[in-house]
């Protein structure tokens, strides 16, 4: 595996396992005190959202997770001198999650490349299905997150982001476009 395929993979495990710990926090309540939700984090700049929805559009399929039921959050990572930005979030049932990021600092009114994307869904008494990003992405383009708003009064974040995925990494599976939006809140 090179570097580039492992960062990629390496920011959306960190982002899914956020996702996972701020789904437990949620099931346990902490969801009525954001504040201490927050502060359980090493980085100061990871947010759960107390409302809002997320949507995942397949050709075939949608997913939507909503912040009020499911947990949602908005992660910053550092890896390095490196900065990452995304969402990340996992159902109430825990059989469904989903990770975007992207390279950089995250800003109001910016559009910027997908560094890595994962969904993976688990249906009742069935294997599981995981898509991932591919490095065949048609001509190299991973997607892209348009951050429209960001952490301006109680919204914590909205935009789009189109990304492509596969259900493996070999050169013959084809990659589907997925699409989706977000508008998250803080309060």
């Not at 898509?131 to 952490?151: C, E, M, P, R, S």
């Amino acid at each position: 595996m090179d570097n580039t395929r492992f960062t990629k993979c390496f920011i959306v495990i960190v982002l899914l396992i956020s996702g996972m710990i701020m789904s437990c926090q949620k099931d346990q309540d902490i969801k009525d005190n954001a504040s201490k939700a927050d502060s359980v984090f090493t980085a100061p700049d990871n947010y759960l959202a107390v409302m809002g929805t997320l949507t995942i559009n397949l050709p075939d399929t949608t997913y939507s997770f909503d912040a009020t039921k499911d947990s949602i959050a908005f992660v910053n990572v550092h890896n390095g001198d490196k900065q990452y930005f995304g969402i990340t979030a996992i159902n109430k049932a825990h059989n469904m999650s989903f990770g975007i990021s992207s390279a950089g600092y995250a800003l109001s009114n910016i559009n910027t490349p997908v560094a890595g994307s994962q969904l993976i869904l688990k249906p009742d008494n069935k294997l599981g299905v995981q898509y991932a990003l591919t490095d065949h992405a048609i001509a190299q383009d991973f997607g892209k997150v348009n951050l429209t708003t960001y952490k301006q009064d109680s919204v914590l974040a909205t935009g789009t982001f189109y990304t492509f995925l596969a259900k493996d990494e070999k050169a013959t599976t084809p990659a589907v476009k997925v699409k989706g939006t977000f508008s998250l809140k803080l309060k």
